[in-house]
């Protein structure tokens, strides 16, 4: 008999192998490869939104799956981020990427780490909404690139040449969307420190 209860966490926790498998396919160049990648993405990001809806809706939210599900949001978007740098995916752009990234990475990190120093002292620090709008950014930074490489890398035969600018065009929607989540990161960090710094230095 399945328990339910423990529903919720095993969704969190599989988005782990998940992510690594995405990756792996994000390496691949074999038709269908970018495709199983984007998809799999999306079941990824659908199980984010999953878990937090059935552990709601049963009354069954644990200090444990808030906790994994943070952390493990995190990992899984730095680990596709990484690979979308290093795989091409921002058309020349790689050295900018691969600054934003490592920006967003010291913000995350920051962040991490005042909650940490936060717990020790008994105190927890929430995610805010600044928080959960830079996730979904970034969530569409990956999404919008992961299905340009979908449809240029599988698809890519079913559009003439005079219709290409439509890939094209969602492949720099993409690093739009990557921008703009490396801003809003950076922006909520400086906000979320403004607002909790005095948590870890009374």
């Not at 949001?73 to 990484?82: A, C, E, S």
Request: charged share 15%.
């Amino acid at each position: 008999m399945v328990n339910w209860r423990h529903l919720p966490n095993i969704l969190t926790i599989s988005r782990v192998p998940l992510m690594f498998i995405v990756v792996a396919l994000m390496f691949m160049e074999w038709r269908g490869a970018a495709t199983a990648a984007f998809w799999l993405f999306i079941a990824a990001a659908l199980s984010d939104w999953l878990d937090g809806l059935i552990a709601r809706n049963l009354n069954i939210v644990s200090p444990f799956g808030r906790f994994m599900d943070a952390v493990i949001d995190k990992v899984m978007i730095i680990g596709l981020m990484i690979a979308l740098v290093n795989g091409d995916y921002f058309m020349g752009y790689q050295v900018t990427a691969m600054v934003l990234l490592l920006a967003m990475l010291c913000r995350e990190f920051a962040i991490s780490g005042l909650r940490m120093a936060a717990a020790t002292k008994g105190i927890v620090v929430e995610a805010d909404t600044g928080g959960k709008v830079k996730a979904f950014f970034q969530f569409n930074a990956i999404g919008w690139l992961m299905g340009a490489r979908m449809l240029k890398q599988d698809f890519g035969n079913l559009f003439p040449a005079d219709e290409i600018w439509i890939v094209n065009l969602i492949h720099w929607l993409g690093m739009v969307w990557f921008l703009c989540a490396a801003v809003l990161t950076i922006t909520s960090g400086i906000a979320y420190f403004r607002r909790h710094w005095r948590v870890v230095m009374e």
